[in-house]
């Protein structure tokens, strides 16, 4: 089966995280999903932020119109050029799937939200600048959103939050706007030859609630 590469992510590497108790109503609801209940906890975290989109696009409300999985796995299975990154995104022909760097396994719960807050923005074959910024934007104000909420997250040392504490800090300094996220992006190399804009991020995106975070929608 052919499998489309939608998007890949420098990463830090991993370290702790507590499990959480998940009631058989959510098992139920994430049965398409997953069945690990730190990624059902990590999706459901999203309700009450800007990530709520993300949370509503996972659980099926996408492109595809159908959930889209989400496992940690040992991504140097997929590529051994992908063994350092910290997520990918694939589009399969049964339908959307998030991979997870399994040395996340044991990261805090909030770090993983952010992280599937900017992967549920990828819902096809096609990526952009443009997507890439808003996805690592949408993650940053996701992970500033949690870290109000819970300060000692920040302070928690884990390559994840690691990530999330820089990804945040660029949000943060430029005036909670993806003006220095654009300057990350268009430096990535990973990123070097994506053209600016996208078709599939551009045009149907509306209808499902993505938040502009150009006017700081709901931060």
């Not at 910024?133 to 109000?148: D, F, H, P």
């Amino acid at each position: 089966m052919k499998k489309k590469l939608l998007s890949s992510f420098f990463v830090f590497s991993a370290l702790a995280a507590n499990a959480f108790a998940v009631d058989e109503e959510l098992y139920r609801k994430y049965r398409k999903v997953t069945k690990d209940p730190n990624l059902i906890q990590a999706v459901e975290k999203l309700e009450y932020t800007t990530g709520k989109f993300s949370k509503n696009a996972i659980l099926g409300n996408n492109n595809s119109e159908k959930p889209i999985k989400i496992e940690f796995t040992n991504l140097a299975n997929i590529n051994p050029l992908y063994a350092n990154f910290d997520a990918l995104g694939w589009l399969e022909r049964k339908g959307l799937c998030i991979y997870i760097n399994e040395k996340h396994k044991d990261a805090p719960i909030e770090a993983l939200s952010a992280l599937l807050a900017h992967e549920a923005i990828h819902q096809d074959d096609e990526n952009s600048i443009n997507e890439e910024t808003y996805a690592w934007t949408l993650e940053g104000a996701v992970w500033k959103q949690l870290t109000e909420d819970n300060p000692q997250l920040e302070k928690i040392s884990h390559p994840l939050v690691k990530r999330e504490n820089v990804i945040k800090q660029l949000f943060e300094k430029g005036g909670q706007t993806h003006k220095y996220i654009y300057k990350f992006v268009v430096s990535n190399q990973g990123y070097k030859n994506l053209p600016e804009r996208s078709a599939g991020f551009e045009t149907p995106r509306g209808g499902y609630g993505l938040p502009n975070l150009e006017k700081n929608e709901n931060l």
